[in-house]
């Protein structure tokens, strides 16, 4: 069974400009979420996804970032314009029911650099 | 809402020495604790986790970890550390429809 698979899994771009990260989960899992890391800093949410639904994205940090899961499959989350303050490491995770029934499997992350 | 604290960061230590990382949450619903940790050049993985029984929690790799609610607490332990589990620990608390962090224990094992 393939894991949580994300893509890029390295970006560097400059202030101002866009970039768009994509997260395809475990087949058949309903549950997509998205969390971030910036340096020295714990890992936080971003958003939760049921199918194409967003169920809680109040960890977006504002409305530069942009989540959209189109069929319930795979995810995109789309940071414009990016500011430096967005570097960090994005992750996505997935599961087919929410904990505690099952757990949150994590892709590799993609690491973002703003310059 | 829920929060986790992880201590000494940084933790360095020889092979066969044991290990214990402490983890206090903060939440007021029903607890769902986990412990994940990521391997130099690899993803997250779930290492145990507690939702409910036995407090002694055994998981992958010879790790345990004990749910103490008076403490709030889940300490994570290995008798006897190699080489191999060199990698950054994170406990995480369960609770409305998201993971809440700790900011990890980077963890490095000395041949």
């Known amino acids: 069974e393939a894991g949580v698979t994300q893509f890029p899994s390295h970006s560097v771009i400059e202030k101002g400009q866009t970039v768009t990260l994509r997260c395809d989960p475990i087949?058949?899992?309903?549950?997509l979420y998205w969390y971030r890391r910036v340096m020295g800093k714990e890992i936080k949410f971003l958003l939760h996804f049921v199918k194409e639904s967003k169920q809680d994205e109040s960890g977006m940090p504002n409305n530069r970032f942009l989540a959209e899961r189109t069929g319930g499959t795979y995810s995109t989350l789309k940071v414009q314009p990016a500011e430096l303050e967005d570097s960090g490491v994005y992750f996505c995770a997935s599961s087919q029911f929410p904990p505690p029934t099952d757990t949150q499997y994590f892709g590799p992350g993609t690491r973002l650099t703003v310059l | 809402a829920q929060s986790v604290s992880q201590h000494n960061h940084h933790v360095i230590l020889s092979e066969a020495a044991s290990l214990e990382l402490g983890c206090n949450y903060s939440y007021g619903g029903t607890v769902n604790l986990f412990w994940y940790v990521q391997y130099p050049g690899q993803h997250l993985q779930l290492l145990l986790k507690y939702f409910s029984g036995d407090p002694l929690v055994k998981g992958i790799k010879g790790f345990e970890a004990e749910f103490i609610k008076s403490k709030f607490s889940f300490n994570l332990r290995k008798p006897s550390v190699q080489w191999s589990d060199t990698a950054e620990y994170f406990c995480?608390?369960?609770?409305?429809?998201?993971?809440?962090f700790g900011k990890g224990n980077q963890v490095v094992v000395i041949p």
């Open positions: 087949s058949g899992h309903d549950n």
């Open positions: 995480a608390v369960y609770g409305n429809n998201r993971l809440a």
